[in-house]
């Protein structure tokens, strides 16, 4: 009931009567005042007055169920919405979930996450009030395997173009899917599914932006942003900042399940793209070799002219010159 009266002060934009939030839930008044109580004392800003009823005038910074249904606008993201206060790892939650059945579109949120994954196994800890933990559950029963990995670049292009709408900052994308702001990263991307032969069980795309990090470790401080630092000490809703994301995600996911690849996303990401026309080393198996960056093929791969020509990278590691301190 919470979530439904936060929408529907929302959508107001103004003052709601109680008798036609009583009408509207089918509850008692009483039931309406507690409830306005309960989202007081959780820090919601809510004026009464006589004869004109409740006014949302200021929200706290809440990554909760009742926050992010309260403002909720997407078609299948977050149909089925799990938030926690603290969690090790919501792509190991949601991973869970999808195996026991959760449906396409499951989101899972998380206020403090522990015990995070990033690429090759680094961590990725969130500390509570601070960032954004969120993993997405997608059934793309159409699409093949050897497809999927490709919806990180997908993700990437939803979260640069998310935080750009919600803060206005520059944001750009380290292929394949570091989102970077000024040089630095802001957001990691970590991409993980369960396949048979030819067919995808489930896939959880994650997704950890730093938002409100006012320092970071000594080691970290010359590679890694937030969206406070890079604004200048701003502060934003992480909530506005999920749903902004979920917004995007099914957006130019629609684009990609069209051709199951990125052509029909390729010119946008490569707009984005730090990488291109820079030059770029590339941490191969067989061997480490530097070129430039042209940008994506329409499977994804990048596209980098070397002295003995123009190679395709589709795994291992870019370096990119001017950016994480590499000079």
């Not at 701003?234 to 957006?251: D, I, K, N, T």
Request: proline letters at 4%; charged letters at 25%; glycine letters at 10%.
């Amino acid at each position: 009931m919470k979530a439904k009266i936060l929408q529907a002060l929302r959508d107001a934009q103004g003052y709601v009567s109680g008798q036609q939030l009583c009408e509207q839930l089918g509850v008692s008044r009483t039931a309406v005042w507690k409830a306005v109580n309960q989202l007081r004392e959780m820090g919601y800003e809510i004026d009464s007055v006589p004869n004109k009823g409740y006014c949302i005038r200021s929200a706290p910074d809440l990554l909760n169920k009742n926050e992010l249904e309260s403002i909720r606008k997407t078609a299948w993201i977050g149909t089925r919405l799990e938030c926690f206060d603290v969690i090790g790892s919501t792509n190991t939650a949601a991973m869970q979930m999808a195996e026991e059945g959760a449906p396409h579109g499951t989101l899972v949120v998380a206020d403090r996450q522990d015990n995070g994954k990033g690429r090759r196994g680094r961590a990725w800890i969130v500390p509570a009030g601070i960032a954004i933990a969120m993993s997405i559950v997608l059934k793309p029963q159409e699409l093949l395997p050897e497809h999927a990995p490709q919806l990180t670049l997908v993700a990437a292009l939803a979260v640069a173009r998310a935080i750009e709408q919600q803060t206005g900052l520059p944001v750009q994308i380290k292929w394949p899917n570091d989102i970077v702001i000024e040089g630095k990263k802001v957001c990691g991307i970590l991409t993980e599914m369960s396949t048979q032969i030819d067919y995808i069980n489930h896939i959880v795309v994650g997704i950890g932006i730093n938002v409100h990090n006012e320092q970071f470790p000594e080691e970290l401080s010359d590679r890694a942003t937030s969206l406070y630092l890079s604004s200048g000490g701003r502060r934003y809703s992480r909530a506005a900042l999920v749903e902004a994301v979920c917004e995007q995600f099914e957006y130019f996911y629609g684009i990609f399940m069209q051709t199951q690849d990125m052509s029909g996303l390729k010119e946008v990401y490569d707009d984005c793209l730090v990488n291109r026309g820079r030059t770029v080393r590339i941490l191969d198996p067989k061997g480490e070799y530097e070129g430039v960056a042209q940008g994506i093929t329409p499977q994804g791969a990048l596209e980098v002219d070397t002295a003995d020509g123009r190679r395709l990278v589709d795994s291992g590691e870019v370096s990119v010159r001017g950016v994480y301190g590499y000079v």
